[in-house]
């Protein structure tokens, strides 16, 4: 668990907490743990800012829209997360799956006509939005804001037609002007399923969502600062939870492969690089200006625009990818003879498999890992947070 230099800022009464969430597929479930050892200890406890993408997203979306505080809303998610199977987010009977490897055959085979003009991603997404809109009132966001609940909630995607990380937000008031980037914009939006499935959406792999006259995708291939947006919403202090477990020097020696490396070793580590290493990198660089305004005389970081911003990051306690290989078995038949095609049998650390292994019992899994890991590190959760 890491804690940004000093700590001023935690106790100050002007301080505005922000959760935010980011994404992981399956991973994700790890934060559900967390958050609802959380909820259980802090019932009470109001978060003003919530920022989330990709599957953080989703979390987000529960804990912004469900009525109740936040003790009832993190066991609700819990209970969600525990009763999803691989069916509930994406379609794998084996005619979905025979579609997609006709279309995308003809598309590296058609040159550019007919069928392949049909192709839009590697799997059928159509369970989750289901799924969300059960389980989801997206229209109470506005009603909790309104009453006080929250102050904003912030989601972030990745435009395909411009190519920029785009931060939807709504609750207006909350937030901070910012200057324009050309790889970064903010609109102020009602937030809905739509927007909470296009921060989901990883790249090829699940479908563009349309939004307005753009199609978007995971804000997580997008966005090199995950911690950005809670800062711009007006955040002092940031708690967040990494899916990334920190390895000691002997384990990182330890090769995950041998031999020319299997195509599910090359996606896990591309995928790690986007859901894991940005929030590392982003943690970095934000320790590093809270050291640099601590040097500068108080009016001189006013004029800059720098504040103080405290982090804490929860990390697991064991290796998620290397603990989703023993739940490979869970997968529905079909989808677990795909990803064997990939190599998945000649790695140590099923990182690839560990962001799509939706099956209950590695749920559960997760879910029970990040409460323990909530209660191991309480202390200084609760110090934080309160």
Known sequence: ??????????????????????????????????????????????????????????????LASYRGDLGQATRALKRRWLSL??????????????????????SLLGGGIGVTQQFRSLVDTAPLREFIERNLIVGAIGKRIEAGY????????????????????????????RPASAHYRLVRTHISV????????????????????????????????????AIHMGADRIFTISARYRRSELEARQPDTTGYPPPARVLGLLLNSVFLDTLDWDAAALRRINHLIESL??????????????LLILRPSRDIGRLA??????????????????????????????????????????????????????????????
């Open 297 to 310: 005389p108080p009016e001189m970081a006013q004029r800059q625009g720098l504040r103080h911003v405290d």
């Open 1 to 62: 668990m890491t804690g940004g230099p000093g700590g001023g800022g935690a106790g100050a009464p002007e301080s505005k907490l922000a959760f935010a969430l980011s994404g992981g597929g399956a991973r994700a479930a790890y934060q559900t743990g967390v958050l609802c050892h959380i909820g259980a200890r802090l019932p009470n406890l109001r978060i003003p800012l919530l920022t989330g993408v990709s599957a953080g997203a989703i979390n987000v979306g529960f």
């Open 194 to 229: 739509d927007h909470i499935l296009a921060s989901a959406s990883i790249p090829l792999v699940f479908p563009a969502v349309k939004l307005g006259q753009q199609y978007y995708g995971d804000g997580s291939f997008r966005s090199a600062a995950p911690l950005a947006p």
């Open 85 to 106: 199977t691989t069916e509930e987010v994406l379609r794998t009977n084996p005619t979905s799956l025979l579609k997609v490897g006709v279309r995308l055959g003809g």
């Open 150 to 177: 929250l102050d904003a909630v912030g989601l972030t995607a990745m435009s395909y037609q411009t190519g920029r990380a785009v931060l939807f937000v709504q609750g207006e008031s909350s937030v901070r002007p």
């Open 325 to 386: 290989r023993d739940f490979e078995i869970e997968l529905p038949p079909s989808l677990r003879f795909l990803v064997r095609g990939l190599g998945t049998p000649g790695v140590k650390n099923a990182d690839f498999l560990s962001y799509l292994l939706f099956e209950s019992e590695y749920i559960r899994a997760l879910v029970q890992l990040g409460e323990a890991d909530a209660e191991a590190n309480w202390d200084r959760i609760e110090a934080f947070l309160t």
